[in-house]
């Protein structure tokens, strides 16, 4: 089995916050680390896919999934068992600010992912939604099976390729599941393939940035194995794992401008009495460069970097870093500060316009803007206009209240100025009442 993955416990960002060193950490510095997102309708088979992607890149441990299987047979559901590791995983990944998303690692030859789900709520949208605020790319799960595409494609496919799109992640991956079930017919895979496409390409996504792979989660067929053997002859692709390594968001990431946001802040360290923590979400970095530090707009220099515990000279976006940091007086730093290059930096905002996704009624309201690690108290003060999901154009100016599952257009003032640019998610008592794109800001 080429792929390698991490035991549970081997999350990079939870093993460098709490200054773990393990053996599983030194393995090989990934290409890239990326966000990515499962989607589907009610049933498609989401989380039996997502159990078998762990189980299959031996994220999850045969003892594990032996006990899932156990209290599954139990009530007679032994399918289950699989689409439980995603939520017994996720429930115990849950973790910082954004407690609705949890995440779930496992890493291929190239590529470390981390899968967002909400737990509890696996089909609610706002929970999706949230995560796929922080994706680069989306998974789409849709079920092979007679009918029960045709239904989906009706109802909550539809709307989560719309709201996915809306709030701005390009690439889709459509894993076109429970080929078991129509014997593996290309004919279905190919009229599936044919109807999805025509409105993908209608809810914005480019024909170029959408792939469809057949699969099943829950035989393992084409997922991270091949298809069992003498079915699927007449496919010529990847398999789901390759399709998404294949992705090539990163490679873009890498050639903007640098931003990584602080996840972690150590003094006092043997190596380097000041190291910062966090993903490089944009460009790259090396040894001896100047960063500026948003939002006290001080420079510091790049004086080392630890990648999965061991000394590297340079990294790019998608990795998870540790840089000891010199020439900087730490009161300069705070967790959800922004590393930038100088040279192209990140604006201080203290108010912005955002399309927003509404999750429950927003009207002008006090709010908690999220991002990250990042949480600042804010209003909403005005409702600009409400806008067409699919085309972005505006159908109402000025309404008084945007309703839940509407995009819109709005103004929002924070209390402080932050850097801010991106996907951001709006909270107030507790729960997420929206999540946005930022457009402009000043
Ligand atoms: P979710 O609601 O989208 O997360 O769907 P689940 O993963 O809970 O699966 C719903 C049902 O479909 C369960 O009974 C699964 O066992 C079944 N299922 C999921 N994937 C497959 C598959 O690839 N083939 C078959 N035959 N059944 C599947």
């Known amino acids: 089995n080429p792929f390698t993955g991490p035991s549970p416990d081997d999350v990079v960002v939870n093993a460098q916050s709490k ?42 441990d045969q003892r594990s999934l032996d006990k899932l ?15 439980w590791v995603m939520d017994q995983t996720s429930e115990e990944r849950s973790r910082g600010v954004t407690v609705d998303i949890a995440t779930n690692s496992f890493e291929t030859e190239k590529t470390r992912f981390t899968i967002l789900d909400a737990p509890g709520h696996r089909d609610f949208i706002p929970n999706m939604i949230a995560g796929a605020s922080q994706a680069d790319f989306a998974i789409l799960v849709v079920d092979a099976g ?22 701005g992640v390009q690439r889709l991956i459509v894993a076109v599941n429970k080929m078991d079930m129509v014997s593996w017919s290309e004919g279905r895979f190919q009229e599936i393939s044919q109807q999805m496409s025509a409105f993908l390409t209608s809810a914005g996504f480019q024909p170029k940035n959408v792939t469809f792979v057949p ?28 399709e998404l390594d294949a992705s090539e968001t990163t490679k873009r990431a890498i050639e903007q401008p640098l931003r990584l946001s602080i996840f972690d802040i150590f003094r006092g360290g043997v190596t380097n009495p000041l190291s910062v923590a966090g993903r490089i979400a944009a460009g790259s970095l090396q040894v001896g460069d100047q960063v500026l530090v948003m939002p006290s707009g001080e420079k510091a220099t790049i004086k080392g970097i630890e990648i999965d515990n061991g000394a ?79 085309t972005g154009e505006v159908t109402k100016k000025k309404p008084r209240a945007v309703q839940p599952g ?23 008592g507790g729960s997420t009442v929206a999540a946005g794109l930022i457009e402009s800001s000043s």
């Not at 299987?69 to 689409?83: P, Q, T």
């Not at 103004?411 to 107030?428: D, M, Q, S, T």
Request: with cysteine; proline share 4%; net charge positive.
């Open 69 to 83: 299987r156990k209290e599954a047979d139990a009530i007679g559901k032994s399918s289950f068992a699989l689409a």
């Open 312 to 390: 590297a000279d340079w990294a790019v976006a998608g990795q998870m870093v540790t840089l000891h940091l010199t020439d900087i007086d730490p009161v300069h730093l705070r967790y959800g500060d922004v590393l930038c290059s100088p040279s192209n930096p990140i604006k201080n905002v203290k108010s912005f316009t955002a399309k927003i996704l509404a999750f429950e009624h927003v009207l002008p309201m006090s709010v908690e803007v999220h991002q990250g690690r990042l949480n600042v108290a804010a209003t909403v003060s005005r409702l600009v206009a409400v806008l067409d999901k699919s």
């Open 215 to 242: 699969c099943s989660g829950l035989t393992g067929g084409n997922v991270v194995n091949p298809p069992p053997e003498g079915t699927m002859l007449w496919y010529t692709g990847q398999t789901l794992v390759q």
């Open 406 to 428: 509407a995009v819109a257009r709005v103004v929002v003032e924070l209390e402080n100025a932050i850097p801010l640019e991106g996907r951001v998610i709006l909270r107030a």
């Open 19 to 60: 200054g773990v060193k393990s053996d599983k950490q030194k393995a090989k510095p990934k290409e890239a680390e990326r966000i990515t997102n499962g989607i589907s309708h009610v049933d498609h088979g989401k989380s039996t896919l997502m159990g078998r992607l762990l189980y299959d890149l031996k994220v999850i």
């Open 146 to 167: 007679t009918n029960s595409f045709e239904s989906g494609l009706k109802g909550q496919t539809k709307e989560h390729a719309l709201l996915v799109r809306s709030m």
